[in-house]
Structures are given as C-alpha cells and as structure tokens.
C-alpha cells in the first residue's frame, strides 16, 4: 500500500512555474549599440520543462519577436500583450521598472497557456541562451542540436548553470553578489572553467540544474520550495512583489553599477 501511496501522491503533485524578471542591465553602454537586458529566472516542478531551474538574460526587442512567433503558431489562441514602447517619460528608472513588470507580467500568463507553453521556442527562449536566429535554425531542425540538447548543454555549461554561492552570503553588501551566469555581460562567457582559488574553495557551493531523467523515479520526494541562489536575486514566491530593481551598467568583468537616469534615453527602445 505505501508504494501505491507514494505514486498517486507524485501523481497529484500540483504543478508550480515561478518565474521571475529583475535586474534591467545597460549592455555595451557607451557605444551605438547599447541596450537594456533583463534577467529571467524560472524555477518549476512541471514536466513541460527540460531543465527545472534556468537563468538567462534577454533584451525587449527579443520579446517582440517572441511573442509574434507565439501569435504566429498559436491560432486563434490570444497571445498576452508586451508592455508598449514609449518616448515620452518623465524618468528613464521609472520607465524601465515598468517595462520589467510588464514584461513579468507578460511571461506569468504566457506560461498558464497549455497551447503557447507548447511552443518549442518558448522553451530556448526561457531556457538556453541561443540568439534568435540560432533558435529558430534549432526549431526548423537547420541545426546539429534538437530542442532538448540545446537546453541541456546551457543547462550543463559553467556559464549557463555553475553558480558559486558563498556560505553566508546573505551577509554580502550590496554591489558584491557572486559571480553567476546572471552576472555576466551577454556577450560573454568566462575565459576559465577553472574552480575558485584554493583558499576561497571552502567558502564555496555549486548550485546545479534539476533536469528530468529518463525514468524518473517514483519514490523520489516532490520538489521543494524554490530555493533561489542570493547571488540572484530573486524574491520568494511569499515575499510579494520585490521592490523596483535599480538599472546597472555591464562592466568589463561580473560588477555592475548604478546608471545615472539621464544615460538611459538612447538605450530604452532597443
């Protein structure tokens, strides 16, 4: 009786998708080019998942053209609405929290639609770093790697996945959040896979992907509550609404620093 408990009890399982859009980050700030990206964290128990935990960071305009591939391939299925672009505001900070809650908002009721959450794209975009046209070579089979191989190696990478977190760092100050995927410049991926120097080494943990199996055991414990790596960021799921995220600038390495309201005109419509 106590397996048959057991089974019906990962069966009942209710399913949970948290997802979460914070840290507005101006990228190649200071040239023709720049842009405000945002990072996009998701934590879930479902099994539409490949990977149960990812982090990526993607700008608006990338979005746009998600949500059109979604209208493009959901029918008559009412695709949810991005939050407009704008060119009267009265404060660039201002502006850009609004747009990330939009965009939050955005995601939240994308992902409570079983016919959009179907959407192979959906899942690179949420789940690897892939740009838009490598996604869409990788959906149209126009690539070496299939949907699930691509989430798996971004889910795998030191880049991607391996997040050094320091014990007590709920102690860090402000500003010295460790290095993470979350942290880096888009463009960039680390110049060493190499472990931290041996006298940090014991101040460190690496925080790894949940991803399915091919026989997911059914006496495994069902998932616990998401526990989110401090360098992220993230609000809990009962701590409400965070409070507005302030707008950083990429910096040449994983620091970021405020940017001054008056330097973000050039880069909100990108």
Known sequence: MGFWCRMLENQEQEEVITVRVQDPRVQNEGSWNSYVDYKIFLHTNSKAFTAKTSCVRRRYREFVWLRKQLQRNAGLVPVPELPGKSTFFGSSDEFIEKRRQGLQHFLEKVLQSVVLLSDSQLHLFLQSQLSVPEIEACVQGRSPMSVSDA????????????????????????????????????????????????????????????????????????????????????????????????????????HAVRLDPGQLETVLEK
């Open 151 to 254: 989430i798996l190696r971004y889910a795998m990478s030191n880049c991607g996945w391996a997040q050094e977190e320091r014990r007590g760092s709920s102690h860090l100050a402000k500003g010295d959040q460790p290095k993470s995927c979350c942290f880096l410049p888009r463009s960039g991926r680390r110049s060493s896979l190499s472990p931290p120097p041996g006298e940090e080494k014991d101040n460190f943990e690496v925080w790894a992907p949940v991803v399915d199996s091919e026989a997911p055991s059914l006496e495994s414990p069902p998932l616990p509550p998401p526990s989110f790596p401090s360098c992220c960021g993230f609000a809990r799921p009962d701590e409400g609404i965070s409070a507005p995220q302030p707008v950083r600038r990429a910096m040449g390495g994983d």
